[in-house]
């Protein structure tokens, strides 16, 4: 994700701000940023660091324990060198004492914020591997202490170990924010700093539904997504079940607005499978549902999941789905 794609949010910005303002007066505290993928959570977030979202800007997990966390501290300390003994002491943790060097890791950061405003970013927390959750949630408990700022990223998933942490940051005053779709103005606006020919620019717009890194790679309009978008839509439809994102390709394959009994009849498939399979996409902000029925957020996944299916793509599942896409 680029600098770019941080059109609007001027709520969530003030927000951000505020945290740092209140950092550098000597009050930490935490943010978690919650959102599909590609809704533009790390690049709100980079705005903390006062360096844009590009190559080398994000935290993404390394293999081994406290991975996750070694990511977000690694970054810290390329501008901290007293932040180095922790990323030596972590790179030496050995696989099953993972939970054992929580404690000694957070003696260090502590040390190293009592004498510095500290701020730490978690990208893709959603994924962060159990040791690392331990300890930013240990760390969410000192922040009312000591002047560090922890920033948290990720999708909302339904992980006992995610959720906790999420609960334990809350509980010690970190701010949620669930990031929502940009507005249309906003996704014009940003569709029209990408350079988008105004030719396409509507059709773009509303393709994405909002979603700033769809709207980046649908310079092309209305032509066939490029493998790049298809890649993404795919990645972003990882965190769901195989239940979920069956449910998905069915939906894509019908007629847009049928409902759920209709769907179920079309596919041939249990009602109450459909139904709990597009209630979890809807969590994930895929989908807007009713009572009656369910639609795609952003047009393009409807897209790309049709043509994966007509294409025979693996890992749909494609019969039905096949077979509807054909007749829809």
Do not use: C
């Not at 949620?176 to 773009?204: K, N, Q, Y």
């Amino acid at each position: 994700m680029t600098g770019a794609m941080l059109v609007g949010r001027l709520d969530e910005r003030h927000l951000v701000a505020t945290a740092v303002a209140r950092l550098r007066s000597g009050r930490g505290g935490g943010i978690w940023v919650t959102g599909p993928g590609g809704i533009g959570k790390t690049a709100l977030l980079a705005t903390a660091l006062g360096t844009p979202t590009g190559p080398g800007e994000t935290t993404r997990s390394t293999p081994g324990p406290l991975g996750s966390f070694l990511a977000s501290i690694t970054l810290a300390a390329r501008y901290r060198r007293d932040l180095r003994a922790v990323t030596q002491l972590i790179d030496s943790v050995p696989g099953a004492a993972a939970d054992r060097y929580v404690e000694p890791v957070t003696r260090l950061l502590l040390s190293a914020s009592r004498d510095r405003p500290l701020i730490l970013r978690l990208d893709d927390v959603h994924q962060a591997d159990d040791a690392s959750l331990a300890l930013w949630s240990r760390l969410h408990r000192l922040t009312g202490a000591v002047p560090l700022l922890l920033l948290s990223a990720g999708r909302p998933v339904s992980r006992e170990a995610v959720n906790g942490a999420r609960s334990v940051a809350a509980s010690h005053g970190a701010r949620a924010v669930d990031l929502a779709p940009l507005r249309e103005t906003e996704a014009i606006a940003l569709a029209t700093s990408l350079g988008h020919s105004p030719h396409i620019l509507d059709s773009a717009v509303r393709d994405s539904g909002g979603n700033p890194s769809y709207l980046e790679m649908l310079s092309g309009g209305r032509s066939e997504p490029e493998p790049a978008l298809r890649a993404l839509v795919s990645d972003h439809l990882s965190t769901l079940t195989g239940l979920s994102r069956h449910a998905l390709a069915l939906l894509a394959a019908a007629r847009p607005g049928i409902s759920f009994a209709d769907l179920a009849d079309f596919s041939d498939q249990d009602p109450r499978e459909l139904k709990a399979g597009l209630d979890e996409a809807r969590r994930a902000g895929v989908v807007n549902s009713s009572r009656t029925g369910a639609t795609f957020q952003h047009p393009i996944v409807r897209r790309v999941l049709r043509m994966e299916a007509r294409s025979g793509a693996p890992g749909l599942e494609a019969t039905p789905v096949q077979s509807l896409a054909q007749r829809a």
